[in-house]
């Protein structure tokens, strides 16, 4: 059987868009000590705008850029593509798309093999760009990917996201409670550092790649903390899974609500501070 005050407090909760799906993990929430959070959509907003294109081949204009990052970008779900493809009135035909999850996505257009890729991407393949304006937008902590055709580089494009008004007193308030605040992400290192100042968190982990996240949490509990994860993502699924209290945020995806204890409806940060107050509420009644 149900407490009473466990039912109450589930009932009570759930007006107010907190959702448990697993009730002991929310009797868990009371004693976290680490909260990891996703970046994109958790404590930004995820929803980008292209804010510069930077040609870096002859025979490419910013035009071309943005046509063939666009024309590509059109078949992606990804926040990232979804900004590109918006900011482009012209559709080239894509064939053999395909995502490179946590790196960008790829297709042939007129035949030739085109991408648009991570910062991260390019170090791996060892491409170096030498340029003032991407290096500056990265200095500003903007998103950056870059368009290949035929594995060249032809161009970059930055984007800007929005950190959450509500994200810097969500860490506040769980800061003051004693909890570690961390922030994992596929991006680049310097948006990472940006948000994390701006946000206040005591540690990031920038360009983790999908599957390396929830070996991210696996290591911060083996520091012997109780840990909560926070995402919206596909890609957060098995990390949210392997936290002791996975916590999915916002419409989010199918796949993170399957895989969460319990869902914030709101895309509010606040929510998980309201969380752990009221499962430290309801079981101390109880005891
Ligand atoms: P997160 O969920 O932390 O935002 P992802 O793992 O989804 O990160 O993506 C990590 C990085 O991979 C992005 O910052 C971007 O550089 C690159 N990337 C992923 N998908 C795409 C895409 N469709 N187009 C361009 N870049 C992409
Ligand atoms: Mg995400």
Request: glycine share 8%; hydrophobic share 45%.
């Amino acid at each position: 059987a149900i407490p009473l005050v466990v039912a109450v407090s589930t009932a009570l909760s759930a007006k107010n868009g907190l959702l448990i799906r697993d009730r002991t993990a929310f009797e868990k929430a009371r004693n976290l000590q680490a909260i990891i959070f996703d970046k994109t959509g958790t404590l930004t907003e995820g929803k980008f705008g292209v804010t510069n294109i930077v040609p870096l081949s002859e025979d490419f204009s910013k035009e071309d850029v943005l046509k063939y990052a666009a024309a590509i970008e059109m078949h992606s779900e990804h926040p990232i593509a979804k900004a590109i493809a918006a900011a482009s009135k012209e559709h080239m035909k894509v064939e053999e798309f395909k995502a490179i999850p946590g790196k960008g996505a790829e297709g042939k257009i007129d035949g030739k093999h085109v991408m648009v890729v991570s910062p991260g991407f390019l170090r791996e393949n060892g491409i170096k760009v030498n340029n003032e304006e991407v290096s500056r937008m990265l200095s500003e902590g903007k998103t950056v990917v870059y368009v290949l055709v035929e594995k060249e580089v032809k161009g970059a494009i930055g984007l800007a996201d929005i950190i959450r008004s509500e994200s810097k007193e969500a860490i506040a308030k769980l800061k003051e409670m004693g909890i570690k605040c961390m922030m994992l992400t596929g991006d680049n290192k310097q948006v990472a550092e940006w948000v994390s100042r701006e946000v206040g968190l005591d540690e990031y982990f920038a360009e983790v790649l999908p599957h390396e996240k929830s070996q991210k949490v696996k290591e911060i509990q083996a520091r012997g903390l109780a840990v909560a994860m926070v995402g919206d993502g596909v890609n957060d699924a098995p990390a949210l899974v392997q936290a002791d209290v996975g916590i999915a945020i916002g419409a989010g995806t199918d796949v993170a609500v399957e895989s969460a204890d319990i869902v914030l409806v709101r895309s509010d940060p606040r929510d998980v501070v309201a969380i752990i107050a009221l499962a430290k509420a309801t079981y101390k009644k109880m005891v």
